[in-house]
């Protein structure tokens, strides 16, 4: 299958500093990107989904402002989260599509601890 | 009513068994139906898609029933090393009205010796 590569895989930060993600399609250009978040022993939350060149749409409740996502080219999305603080440690997984297919592949995730 | 719902679970069933999930979904504009198998603090990794024909690989067996909106997985002869958490995901204009791929929120899936 396709591969996604994720970086970090794990994150320590301060509460009020921003730490960006990026999510990397290696083999296929990714059309589309979802971002979810996952808390422990929930599900997938979706983010945001973007389409390359375009801005993201956010889910209800996602606040933009916060998590900053960019889709800039078709192997590269990142995803900032802005002034970071506790409640938003979690685990954050990408997952992208291509055209050829309805597919979708997922990164490794990023397990954030803000302190 | 939630996008994609999903059998609670959790499941435990010896080794050997068979084990079915049943997965529904709220939008009949949906177009595209996966499952994925999901291990502890990892990733969801791809299991199969589900076509209206059904798709079968090895031991396990997906199935889609557009018209009730419902989708399943079949798992026969489970080892150990099935235990894990399945999702369901569906590719659908869902609110917002743009295509968004949703998961159910997973059902547990513990095999035993």
């Known amino acids: 299958g396709a591969v996604v590569s994720q970086h970090p895989s794990r994150v320590i930060c301060k509460s009020g500093t921003s730490v960006k993600i990026e999510c990397r399609s290696l083999d296929f250009q990714a059309t589309t990107m979802f971002w979810y978040r996952q808390f422990p022993k929930q599900s997938l939350m979706l983010m945001a989904t973007?389409?390359?060149?375009?801005?993201?749409?956010?889910e209800q409740g996602v606040e933009k402002d916060k998590f900053l996502i960019n889709h800039a080219s078709l192997t590269l999305s990142t995803l900032t989260v802005t002034s970071a603080h506790p409640e938003d440690s979690s685990f954050y997984i990408c997952s992208a599509r291509d055209r050829g297919g309805p597919e979708a592949f997922f990164g490794q995730g990023t397990r954030l601890t803000v302190v | 009513r939630k996008e994609v719902e999903q059998d609670p679970g959790p499941f435990n069933v010896p080794e050997g068994a068979t084990v079915a999930f049943n997965c529904t979904y709220s939008n009949s504009a949906s177009q595209s139906f996966f499952w994925y198998r999901q291990d502890c603090r990892k990733e969801p990794k791809l299991l199969m898609s589900v076509y209206s024909s059904g798709n079968e690989d090895g031991r396990f067996t997906a199935q889609l029933n557009r018209a009730s909106q419902y989708i399943s997985l079949l798992i026969r002869d489970s080892k150990l090393s099935d235990s894990a958490t399945y999702l369901c995901a569906v590719i659908g204009p869902f609110s917002g009205g743009y295509n968004k791929l949703i998961f159910g929120a997973g059902t547990r899936l513990a095999v035993h010796p």
């Open positions: 973007s389409n390359e060149g375009s801005k993201a749409t956010y």
